[in-house]
């Protein structure tokens, strides 16, 4: 007897062939899916930033705004670490596409291959996307707002590359109401 719902990760097709987690369920549209994939990468342009900025390249920045982020020195950990989790945060969003966003994995002892409770991931992707929202424009407006010592390029390379955080939030309310309608379906089928 066939089901309609996906298999859990790791599971083996019958060609025995593993099936991969990072593939797309069954039933979630193309829209859904590049949603996903983008509010994982919106954060990759301000990541990289933050981590030249570590590394000490001020991209036209004065250096009493170096001096002020403490870079190079203690502050680059603030930036890689900060850095870091907005990828994380943002690449949590495809859980709500993927596999592993439906069973636990494998390697997570005594809970691998159960299926994850869709409240509590919707609840928390929703507040996730509240405060995306809130963040990427409190962030966008503040560094467009604020008086920066350096270079008129070194502006507008800011702006560009926090712009991109607006899309963070609303593209995660709308996977998230799209997770929780399929999970729910799947789960009452």
Do not use: C, K
Not at 16 to 26: A, E, I, K, L
Not at 28 to 39: D, S
Not at 124 to 153: E, K
């Amino acid at each position: 007897m066939t089901t309609l719902l996906p298999r859990p990760v790791g599971d083996v097709s019958r060609s025995g062939n593993r099936t991969s987690p990072w593939r797309t369920v069954p039933g979630v549209p193309r829209w859904a899916e590049w949603a996903a994939h983008v509010i994982a990468l919106v954060n990759v342009p301000s990541g990289l930033w933050r981590l030249g900025l570590a590394a000490g390249i001020s991209f036209g920045l004065a250096n009493a705004e170096m001096r002020q982020l403490h870079t190079p020195g203690w502050g680059s950990l603030y930036l890689i670490a900060l850095a870091a989790l907005s990828e994380l945060f943002g690449f949590l969003a495809l859980g709500l596409i993927q596999p592993w966003g439906e069973s636990w994995p494998r390697w997570v002892p005594f809970l691998h291959g159960r299926r994850i409770p869709v409240l509590p991931v919707t609840a928390s992707a929703a507040l996730g996307s509240v405060a995306t929202t809130v963040y990427g424009g409190l962030l966008v407006y503040t560094s467009s707002n604020a008086h920066i010592d350096g270079t008129a390029w070194a502006r507008w390379l800011i702006d560009i590359l926090y712009a991109p955080l607006l899309l963070w939030g609303p593209l995660l309310a709308v996977v998230t109401v799209h997770y929780h309608l399929r999970r729910r379906a799947t789960d009452r089928a």
